[in-house]
C-alpha cells in the first residue's frame, strides 16, 4: 500500500552521537532499513544527540515505513563512528510517525488501513459525473439531451452521479474542470460531445493532458479540409489515473446512448483502459458502417487502433 508523505518527508534520531561518521553511509543505511534507495535518503542535520534525515521522495510503501524504527537503530549501531545511547527514539510528523510503531502495532495499523483504503477506493469508484461540452449548449441552441440519460444509466447500475455542467470549447480550460472532478473524488468522469474534427472540439485533447497515456481510437477517419474538418476524423477517449476512469463519448445522441451503454458494459466485465476502449469504438464504428452501408458507401471507418 502506497502512501502519499504530504510533504512531512523528514525523520530525526534523538540520542545518537556522531564522531567522524561518514554521512552517506549512515543515509544509506537509514535507507536500506526503509528499504529505499540509498539516493533517496540525505542527512540534512546533524547536532548534539540529534541526526536528521530527509527522504527525497513523495510516496513511500506503508510496509517498507511503519515498524522500521529498531531496525534502523540496529543497523546504524553498527557503523564506525555511530553511537547509539539508551532511549534513542525514532521521530517524525505525518505518515513517517509510524516508523516509531512496534510491529505488531504496524501490522494492526497496516490491516485497518487497508480496509479502510478498500472502503474509499469502492466508495470513490461509484461515484460519477458527466459533463457536456460545446458553445452550441452553453447558449442554448441544443439541448443536452446527453447527460440526463447517462446519469439515469448509471444510477440504473448503483452510481451516484451528478451533472457536472457544460465544459468551454477550450482544450486548457476543459482540463482544468475534469481535474476539478479528480480532486473532488470522483471514479468515473464523463464527456459527451467535443471529440470531432472541428477546431472547436477539445475533449480528447483535455483527456490527454491529464492522462497522455489515454488510449483514444478512432471511430471515423478522413482527410483534414481545415474548413470544417482540422483533424483526421472522429475519435473517443479512455483515460485512467489511478482508479479513475475519464471518457469522452461522442455527442450526436444515438452514439452517446451507446458509448454509454458499451461502456457501463465493459466496466462491469472489469476491462482494462485499452481494451475498454476499444469496446466502446468497436460498438460506434459498427454503428457507422451500418449508416454508411444504407448510404451506398463505407470508406472512412478504420480499423482496430488506439
Given amino acids: 500500500m502506497e502512501w502519499d508523505l504530504l510533504e512531512k518527508t523528514t525523520f530525526w534520531i534523538e540520542n545518537v552521537e556522531l564522531n567522524n561518521a561518514d554521512l552517506g553511509l549512515v543515509a544509506a543505511t537509514a535507507a536500506a532499513a526503509l528499504e529505499l534507495e540509498p539516493r533517496e535518503v540525505m542527512v540534512v542535520d546533524v547536532r548534539p544527540g540529534l541526526v536528521a534525515f ?156 491529464l492522462d497522455p497515456e489515454a488510449c483514444t481510437p478512432w471511430i471515423l477517419k478522413f482527410k483534414p479540409d481545415y474548413h470544417r474538418h482540422h483533424k483526421a476524423g472522429v475519435r473517443i477517449a479512455v483515460g485512467q489515473i489511478g482508479q479513475v476512469y475519464l471518457v469522452a463519448l461522442p455527442g450526436p445522441h444515438e452514439e452517446a446512448r451507446l458509448g454509454c451503454d458499451r461502456l457501463l458494459s465493459g466496466l462491469e466485465q472489469g476491462l482494462e483502459k485499452e481494451s475498454l476502449a476499444e469496446y466502446i469504438a468497436g460498438a460506434l464504428r459498427e454503428r457507422w458502417r451500418s449508416v454508411m452501408k444504407e448510404g451506398g458507401h463505407e470508406h472512412g471507418l478504420p480499423g482496430r487502433c488506439c
Fill in 54 to 209: 530527509d527522504i527525497l521522495r513523495r510516496r513511500v510503501q506503508a510496509e517498507t515505513v511503519a515498524g522500521k524504527e529498531q531496525e534502523i537503530l540496529r543497523s546504524l549501531a553498527e557503523l564506525p563512528g555511530v553511537n547509539i545511547k539508551p532511549g534513542a527514539a525514532v521521530h517524525s510528523e505525518g505518515v513517517l510517525g509510524l516508523i516509531a510503531l512496534e510491529p505488531e502495532e504496524a501490522a494492526r495499523v497496516l490491516a485497518e488501513s487497508e480496509a479502510m483504503a478498500r472502503e474509499i477506493g469502492q466508495a470513490v469508484a461509484r461515484r460519477a459525473i458527466v459533463f457536456a461540452s460545446g458553445s452550441e449548449v452553453i447558449a442554448g441552441k441544443i439541448k443536452d439531451t446527453n447527460s440526463p440519460y447517462i446519469i439515469s444509466a448509471l444510477g440504473k447500475t448503483g452510481y451516484r452521479a451528478k451533472y457536472g455542467g457544460i465544459l468551454e470549447d477550450d482544450a486548457v480550460a476543459a482540463a482544468n474542470r475534469l481535474e476539478g472532478a479528480l480532486e473532488e473524488g470522483y471514479g468515473l468522469i464523463i464527456t459527451t460531445g467535443g471529440v470531432g474534427a472541428e477546431d472547436k472540439d477539445f475533449s480528447i485533447e483535455a483527456i490527454l493532458r
